[in-house]
């Protein structure tokens, strides 16, 4: 198997581990990578991000409806503007899909060490307000 598509099936067994999708975790790690500071972010980068990784349009859309419906993201109203712009809710669950990913960069690239490190970061990170 080819390391990025080791690294992409990784990913895959995370997700469908963690969040019981295979596809969640990209998508989650797609709105943190296009997210502004105010939390806003364009579905449409999200996609094209998406697409990009593999992943299907009506697939991402599926993890979309469940975010949404979850309370995780919402759409925001747009009066005359086609693009849709959502903005995501501030959660704990957007620092551990980082963490997650760096442990799975970790996991990766041998350093099976680091990853005690990333998750006593997470600890404190998450213990702050």
Not at 29 to 49: G, H, P, Q, Y
Not at 89 to 112: D, K, N, T, Y
Request: charged share 25%; aromatic share 4%; with cysteine.
């Amino acid at each position: 198997m080819h390391q990025s598509a080791r690294a992409k099936a990784n990913r895959e067994e995370l997700s469908k581990c963690v969040f019981g999708s295979q596809h969640m975790l990209e998508v989650l790690l797609a709105i943190d990578r296009v997210a502004k500071a105010d939390n806003s972010f364009e579905l449409s980068l999200v996609l094209e991000s998406l697409t990009a990784d593999g992943i299907s349009t009506s697939s991402a859309q599926t993890v979309i409806a469940r975010l949404k419906r979850a309370a995780l993201i919402r759409r925001l109203p747009r009066a005359g503007v086609k693009q849709a712009l959502y903005e995501r809710r501030p959660q704990p669950i957007w620092g551990a899909v980082r963490v997650f990913h760096a442990e799975l960069q970790a996991l990766g690239a041998g350093r099976l060490e680091e990853l005690w490190d990333v998750s006593v970061q997470l600890s404190a990170d998450m213990a702050q307000p």
